[in-house]
């Protein structure tokens, strides 16, 4: 693929395991209002869409300003303590940074909080740029966020790559045209990734290396 100039990761469920953190943060949400808490699975199904879209599911809407205000705040510590790589990402990201690609991160995770991940994760030397949806009008599935990307660095859909773990990633890319790869580490099943019919479907993000 000698004409990619551009790799583009989502953040969670690609690069980074942040469930146990966000799953910790959501429940201890719920018992400060009162609300019911969910299982570890119910809650990684709804991770993607941003903290607000988290929330909004299983509370009162009179409820969303203070529990994104509970949850941020906890949210702040948890990700010190309860988030990991996942395995050999340094070593795939080094590798791509010594060929020439340009790396850069988009995510629908609040801005404050990727940076947080990625300088407490020693991720950060890596990526040219961060955008994150909270600077955007759209979050994914909807392509923007891929489209502001590829301007700022002044190449067309075909020199670029995303690479992501949801249908809403596989949605974003084809919406972008761009090649789309889906490593099956996130919050979408195999079976939901696959009706999406992104370029290539992966188990573990150094199958990437194989693919360039």
């Known amino acids: 693929?000698?004409?990619i100039r551009l790799i583009i990761f989502d953040l969670d469920g690609t690069l980074v395991d942040a469930y146990?953190?966000?799953?910790?943060?959501?429940?201890?949400?719920?018992q400060r209002l009162n609300y019911p808490t969910q299982s570890d699975l119910t809650i990684r199904?709804?991770?993607?869409?941003g903290d607000e879209n988290?929330?909004?599911?299983?509370?009162?809407?009179?409820?969303?300003?203070r529990a994104l205000l509970i949850y941020r705040r906890h949210h702040k510590r948890a990700l010190l303590k309860d988030t990991r790589i996942f395995t050999?990402?340094?070593?795939?990201?080094?590798?791509?940074?010594?060929?020439?690609?340009?790396?850069?991160?988009?995510?629908?995770?609040?801005?404050?909080?990727?940076?947080i991940l990625i300088r407490h994760l020693g991720l950060k030397k890596y990526f040219d740029y961060i955008l994150c949806a909270d600077r955007l009008k759209n979050?994914?599935?909807?392509?923007?966020?891929?489209n502001k990307i590829m301007q700022r660095f002044k190449v067309a859909p075909q020199q670029a790559i995303y690479v992501g773990d949801m249908t809403i990633d596989a949605q974003a890319g084809r919406g972008a045209r761009v090649k789309t790869i889906i490593v099956t580490t996130g919050s979408s099943t195999r079976g939901q990734i696959?009706?999406?019919?992104?370029?290539?479907?992966?188990?573990?993000?150094?199958?990437?290396?194989?693919i360039l």
């Not at 991160?105 to 909080?113: H, K, M």
Request: aromatic fraction near 10%; include cysteine; hydrophobic fraction near 35%.
């Open 1 to 3: 693929m000698k004409e």
């Open 20 to 30: 146990p953190a966000i799953i910790k943060s959501f429940n201890y949400t719920m």
């Open 45 to 49: 199904r709804c991770v993607g869409w």
């Open 54 to 65: 988290l929330l909004k599911p299983f509370i009162k809407r009179k409820d969303l300003n």
């Open 88 to 115: 050999h990402v340094h070593k795939v990201l080094n590798y791509l940074k010594g060929q020439d690609y340009k790396l850069v991160v988009a995510s629908n995770r609040p801005t404050q909080f990727s940076q």
């Open 139 to 146: 979050i994914k599935p909807h392509p923007e966020i891929l």
């Open 194 to 210: 696959h009706k999406e019919k992104p370029y290539r479907v992966i188990r573990k993000i150094t199958d990437l290396l194989k």
